[in-house]
C-alpha cells in the first residue's frame, strides 16, 4: 500500500524500514526546493495520523533530518526546513531576519519597465531547462569586471538556480565518493548538505575573525574547499589577505579546488573590500559563486557560477543532465535591468540604508551590554549571549515575541563552539529595530 501526505510518498509494503522512507522523501522534498527553507512541516503526531504508523517512527525520521541539518525545530513552535530565509513560521517583514533585503525598497517600476522592453523571442518561448542569456552573461562579467576585478569572459558563466544548485553541481560533477572536502565552521548546513549529497568526506575547520584557519587543514590534503570569503556566513568574518593566499597555496600544493561564494560582496560598508581568491588565483583553480537573492529579492532564483576555463565543459555537461530551470524571462529582463544601470544605482542606494541601519543596531545593541561583533559588511552581524543563557533558548524566547535572532550554534558542524545571535539590519527599519530591541532584552 503506498500512502501519500504533502506530496511525501510512503511505501507501507516496501521491504525498506517506514523511517527511512520518511527521512529520504523529506530530504529529497528539501533538497529539491519543493519544501522551502522556513516552511513548517508535519508533527510527528501529524505524520502517525497520516500515514498509519508508529509515533517512534516519524520520531526517528525527524531526529534524522534534524542531525543532518535539513530541519531546525524551534521550541513551541514547530519544526521547519533549515536555511535561508530563516526557519520561522512568520512572513512580513520580521524584524532582524539574516539574509534578507528590504523588499519594500525592492525597484519594482524599473523591474516591470526592464520586463515591458522585452522582445518575446523564440529563445524565451521554448525549453528554459539549460538556456543561459547571454545578454546576462555579459552584464554579469561586466559588473565583476568593474566591482571584484576578476577577468572571465561569458561564455565561463553558469546560470543556475541557487547558491546551492551550484555547490551540489560542483560537488557531483568533480568530486569522486569519499573525496575530503574542507568547508567552514560554523557554516550554512544546506550547502553542507549539498557536498554530503555530491558523496564529500566533510572536513570542517574552524572560523575566527581573520576567516577560515587555513593552518588547521594546511598538512591535509582535500579535493575541494568551500568559503564564504567576503563575508563568512554566520560570522560575518572576513578573510585575510594572509589567508587567502595561504588558501591558494594549499590548492595548488594538493591539487585542490577552492569554491568562492563570495556572499554578500555587494554591501562592504569600509570601502577597503579585499581582492577575490578569483582574482588573485587568475581563474586557475578557483570557482567563484554569486547570487541576486540577497540583493533583490530571494523569490529572484538566479545565481551564477564562474568556473576555470578547462572546467566548463564538464560543469556544463553535468548542468544539463541536471536540468536546473532558471526562468528565460527572468534572466532577460534582469539582464536588462543591469545593462541600463539600475542594478548598479540600486545597489550604491541601498548600501547607504543599510550602513545606516547597520550602525543603529550596532549601537542600541551595545547600549544594553550585548558584545557585538560587526565586521562593517554584508546584511547581518553577530552578537555573543551571556555564558549562562543557551543561544537557543534566547532565540526561541524571542521568536515568542516576533523577533528572529538564529541562534549561532546551529551552524556547528561539530568543531565550533559559538554561544551567539544572529542579527539581519537590512530589512530592519530604525523604528521596528528600536521595538526589536527591546521585546529581545525581555527575551534574555
Request: charged share 20%; aromatic share 8%; glycine share 6%.
Amino acid at each position: 500500500m503506498v500512502k501519500s501526505y504533502r506530496g511525501i510518498v510512503l511505501d507501507l509494503k516496501s521491504e525498506t524500514p517506514l523511517h527511512r522512507q520518511l527521512t529520504s522523501a523529506f530530504r529529497d522534498a528539501i533538497l529539491s526546493g519543493k519544501l522551502q527553507p522556513g516552511e513548517r512541516i508535519s508533527s510527528s503526531r501529524e505524520l502517525q495520523a497520516c500515514y498509519g504508523i508508529s509515533r517512534n517512527t516519524a520520531l526517528n525520521a525527524l531526529s534524522q533530518l534534524q542531525a543532518e541539518g535539513h530541519v531546525v525545530t524551534v521550541r513551541g513552535s514547530g519544526t521547519f526546513v533549515a536555511g535561508e530565509p530563516d526557519a520561522v513560521p512568520e512572513s512580513g517583514a520580521v524584524p532582524f531576519r539574516p539574509g534578507i533585503p528590504d523588499l519594500d525598497l525592492f525597484p519594482v517600476d524599473l523591474v516591470r519597465r526592464s520586463l515591458s522592453t522585452l522582445e518575446w523571442s523564440e529563445d524565451l518561448r521554448d525549453d528554459p531547462r539549460t538556456w543561459a542569456n547571454d545578454g546576462l552573461r555579459t552584464a554579469i562579467v561586466q559588473r565583476l569586471r568593474q566591482t571584484r576585478g576578476i577577468d572571465c569572459s561569458p561564455d565561463q558563466v553558469l546560470i543556475v538556480p541557487s547558491t546551492e544548485y551550484a555547490i551540489s553541481l560542483i560537488g557531483r560533477a568533480l568530486l569522486q565518493p569519499h573525496d575530503s572536502v574542507v568547508i567552514e565552521d560554523p557554516g550554512h548546513p544546506k550547502l553542507r548538505c549539498a557536498l554530503l549529497g555530491a558523496g564529500a568526506q566533510i572536513v570542517p575547520a574552524l572560523v575566527d575573525e581573520e576567516g577560515i584557519d587555513v593552518a588547521s587543514f594546511a598538512r591535509r590534503r582535500a579535493a575541494l574547499a568551500y568559503v564564504t570569503p567576503s563575508h563568512q556566513y554566520p560570522t560575518g568574518a572576513a578573510l585575510s589577505l594572509e589567508r587567502r593566499f595561504a588558501l591558494l597555496d594549499w590548492a595548488a600544493e594538493f591539487g585542490a579546488w577552492i569554491v568562492e561564494d563570495d556572499y554578500d560582496n555587494e554591501f562592504d560598508y569600509r570601502c577597503r573590500p579585499q581582492p577575490t581568491l578569483q582574482s588573485l588565483d587568475e581563474g586557475r583553480r578557483v570557482l567563484y559563486v554569486g547570487t541576486f537573492s540577497n540583493v533583490l529579492s530571494p523569490s529572484i532564483r538566479i545565481a551564477y557560477l564562474i568556473a576555470p576555463r578547462r572546467l566548463c565543459a564538464t560543469l556544463e555537461a553535468a548542468h544539463q543532465a541536471r536540468a536546473g530551470y532558471v526562468s528565460p524571462f527572468l534572466q532577460a529582463a534582469l539582464a536588462a535591468f543591469m545593462e541600463r544601470g539600475h542594478f548598479a544605482r540600486h545597489v550604491a542606494r541601498m548600501r547607504k540604508i543599510y550602513d545606516e541601519r547597520r550602525r543603529f543596531l550596532s549601537f542600541a545593541l551595545g547600549s544594553t551590554g550585548l558584545r557585538v561583533h560587526d565586521c562593517g559588511a554584508g546584511l547581518h552581524f553577530i552578537a555573543d549571549v551571556p555564558e549562562h543563557l543557551s543561544d537557543r533558548d534566547v532565540s526561541a524566547r524571542a521568536l515568542e515575541r516576533g523577533v528572529v535572532v538564529p541562534p549561532l550554534s546551529s551552524y556547528s558542524h561539530g568543531l565550533s563552539a559559538f554561544n551567539g545571535l544572529m542579527f539581519g539590519f537590512a530589512a530592519t527599519s530604525m523604528p521596528v529595530a528600536r521595538t526589536a530591541v527591546k521585546a529581545l532584552l525581555k527575551a534574555l
